[in-house]
Each structure stands twice: as structure tokens, then as C-alpha cells.
């Protein structure tokens, strides 16, 4: 189903990825990290002190990186499996790391406030979840 949304004066019709997909995206991402997660915590178990508090602070950062980075090239990996990818408001491709950072921080704060802002992607008319709103993008089909 596409949407019609105007973006800066001009009219731009996108193709908004549903909020199943994004939930699946969501999920392998999460699979993922994990993954990784359970390896730094792993590894961490057996080390005491200062070692292991470093390897716990690295898993912390694991995330961080990995939104960033991925969010700021267009696609996270789960994003990729589900054929889906970010734009900025304004069209562009990829957003960017500085707005990647921007959605990852927002993905914490629609996480706290008791999931919220991604169930606000079920009832926004543009689809957006607090996050896409607080960095300026869209989630839309690749």
C-alpha cells in the first residue's frame, strides 16, 4: 500500500514498510546482539575486576555501534532480510550516522516509556515510531 506524503513542498510517494516487518527486522537485530552479548558475557564471567567490568561496558557499546553504523548506511541486517530500509523526511538515502545516533537514542527512549513508541507506528497515519519521529525518517520498502 503506498502513501502519499509531502516532504518539503513536494509531493513523494513512498511505499511504507507495515509494522510486521519492522517487528521481524527488530527481532533478528535483536537475535543478533544477543549473540553477541552472550559471547562478551561469557567471556566476562571468568574474568573478574576491572577486566570484566571493561568487557561488560564493551557489550553496552556493542548496541550503539551496531545501530549507528547500520542506521546510518540505510539498512540494519534484519532490516536487509526483511526488504526494508531508512530514508530521511527529506528523501535522502542513506540518513547518516549523526541521525543513525539520533534513532538509536530514540530507540531507547520507545523502549523505557513502556514500549510506546513503537506501538505508535500501529496508530501514526505515516507510520513512524517516536524514534523515526525524533531522528526525521521513515522506515519504507527497498
Same mark, same amino acid.
Given at each position: 500500500?503506498?502513501?502519499e506524503?509531502i516532504?518539503?513542498?513536494e509531493?513523494?510517494?513512498l511505499d511504507?514498510?507495515?509494522a510486521?516487518?519492522r517487528?521481524?527486522?527488530y527481532?533478528v537485530?535483536g537475535i543478533i546482539?544477543g549473540v553477541?552479548g552472550?559471547?562478551l558475557?561469557?567471556?566476562s564471567?571468568?574474568v573478574g575486576g576491572t577486566?570484566g567490568s571493561?568487557?561488560?561496558?564493551?557489550?553496552g557499546?556493542?548496541?550503539?555501534?551496531?545501530f549507528t553504523?547500520?542506521? *546510518?548506511?540505510?539498512?540494519t /541486517?534484519g532490516? =536487509?532480510a526483511?526488504?526494508?530500509?531508512?530514508?530521511g523526511?527529506? $528523501? &535522502? +538515502?542513506?540518513?547518516?550516522y549523526a541521525?543513525?545516533?539520533?534513532?538509536?537514542?530514540?530507540?531507547i527512549?520507545?523502549?523505557?516509556?513502556i514500549l510506546? *513508541?513503537?506501538v505508535?507506528? /500501529?496508530?501514526d =497515519?505515516?507510520?513512524?515510531?517516536?524514534h523515526?519521529k525524533i531522528? $526525521? &525518517? +521513515?522506515?519504507?520498502?527497498a
Open positions: 500500500m503506498e502513501t506524503i516532504v518539503e513542498k509531493e513523494m510517494v511504507l514498510a507495515g510486521g516487518s517487528l521481524i527486522s527481532l537485530d546482539l553477541i552472550w559471547i558475557n561469557y567471556a564471567s571468568g577486566v571493561i568487557i561488560l561496558f564493551l557489550s557499546l556493542v548496541s550503539l555501534a551496531y553504523y547500520f542506521f *546510518g548506511n540505510g539498512q /541486517l532490516m =536487509k526483511m526488504n526494508i530500509k531508512l530514508i523526511t527529506d $528523501g &535522502t +538515502y542513506p540518513i547518516g541521525k543513525g545516533f539520533l534513532r538509536w537514542i530514540g530507540m527512549i520507545s523502549t523505557f516509556v510506546l *513508541g513503537f505508535w507506528i /500501529l496508530i =497515519k505515516k507510520k513512524q515510531g517516536w523515526d531522528a $526525521g &525518517t +521513515y522506515v519504507v520498502k
